[in-house]
Each structure stands twice: as structure tokens, then as C-alpha cells.
């Protein structure tokens, strides 16, 4: 008999199973793997669940939606990267304006190329899923709030004198670059090509910032 249609419910968070929950980190491995072999656009819930021998009722234990087990891969694949900026870009690390700026580009170019298939679902599926698209900007927020802090602290450029300004600049850098990375993970791109990228953003920043190189 077929299995039931059971509607997705979204589960109260203090309800869900502990992150380290090996059948929880079993679904985002499974749908990361889906996504680097292409076939997570035509994955069903169900087959989902089979591949992690749970049933289609309890994969909406874990997650509310195959969208939501999506973003959820999203966030695990740019949880280091996060943290990395975050380090980075401290106040209190002494390094040149124009190394902090190299340093986030590169760890940026690293997560491209250690996430590619996930990387690029996300760009391609925020514009039609809002779920993706909104965990999508938050993680671009946490990236633009210490980038704008550091372009109001040695920034010569006039949006450096104005926190609206400072961020506007910053979401646009952090836009193009990912266009820019998303366009070299739709190809077969060498790691050459990923430092010959990783070398323009750079020049694009640091001059948008008004810093030396």
C-alpha cells in the first residue's frame, strides 16, 4: 500500500531532535550528496527518508520541508566559513586593511570550491524558493556586518563615513563576488583559475575600500 501524503508540519524547534543526531546529520549528508551528483531537483521526501531508513512521516521529525532540509545543508556548508570571518575580521587582529579584505575573499573562494554543488543550488534556487533566499541573505549578513565595520574603520572612499552608504557597498561587493564564484563553479575551473579569480575580486575590493594593496 502507498505510503499516506503526510503534510509537512513545521516542528517547534525545543521539539526537535539534538543537532548532533546521527539520522539528522545522515539527511544532510544524503541531500549533499544528491547535490553534487544532480539529482536533489528530483529526489522525493520519501526516497529521501529510504535512503537513511527512516519513513516519509518522520523525515518531517527533522525537517519541515524538502526546502528546509536544503537550507539546513546550506547553513552547515558556510557554518566554518562564518566562524572564519568572523576571526578575520576582528578589531583586535593586527593586520593591513588590503589582508583582511585578501583573506575573506580567499576563504570565500575556499568554501565555493569545497561546496561547489551546494553553492550553487543555493544561487540558483533562491530565486524561487523563499526559504533558501532568506537563509541565504542572513548568511550573507553575517559575512557584511564585520566587512562593514572594517570599511568604516579604514575605508577612504565616502561610504566609509556613512553606515548606510558602508553597507550598501558591501552587499554590492559581496553580490558580485558570488555571481563571480558561481560562474566558476558552473565550469571545470583549476585551482589557477580559482586564485586568478581570488586576485581580481581583491583589486575590485580594496579599491572600492579606498585602501592600499
Not at 21 to 45: C, Q, W
Amino acid at each position: 500500500m502507498a505510503e499516506p501524503d503526510v503534510a509537512p508540519r513545521r516542528v517547534p524547534r525545543g521539539e526537535r531532535p539534538a543537532k548532533g543526531d546521527l539520522r539528522e546529520r545522515a539527511l544532510l549528508d544524503a541531500a549533499e550528496a544528491l547535490l553534487v551528483g544532480g539529482g536533489f531537483a528530483d529526489a522525493s521526501v520519501a526516497g529521501l527518508a529510504e535512503a537513511v531508513g527512516i519513513s516519509r512521516a518522520a523525515f518531517y521529525f527533522y525537517f519541515a520541508s524538502k526546502q528546509a532540509l536544503l537550507a539546513s545543508v546550506i547553513d552547515r556548508a558556510v557554518e566554518h566559513f562564518n566562524a572564519e570571518i568572523a576571526a578575520v575580521l576582528a578589531p583586535e587582529r593586527q593586520q593591513r586593511p588590503a589582508d583582511a579584505v585578501r583573506a575573506t575573499i580567499e576563504a570565500a573562494a575556499t568554501l565555493w570550491w569545497d561546496h561547489g554543488a551546494v553553492q550553487v543550488a543555493a544561487f540558483e534556487l533562491g530565486a524561487a524558493v523563499d526559504e533558501v533566499y532568506q537563509r541565504t541573505m542572513q548568511n550573507f549578513a553575517v559575512v557584511r556586518d564585520p566587512t562593514v565595520a572594517l570599511l568604516l574603520r579604514v575605508g577612504t572612499v565616502p561610504e566609509a563615513r556613512d553606515v548606510r552608504e558602508a553597507e550598501r557597498l558591501v552587499m554590492t561587493l559581496i553580490l558580485m563576488s558570488e555571481r563571480n564564484f558561481y560562474d566558476l563553479m558552473r565550469g571545470a575551473p583549476t585551482p589557477a583559475d580559482r586564485d586568478s579569480l581570488v586576485d581580481r575580486l581583491t583589486r575590485i575590493w580594496t579599491r572600492a575600500f579606498g585602501v592600499a594593496t
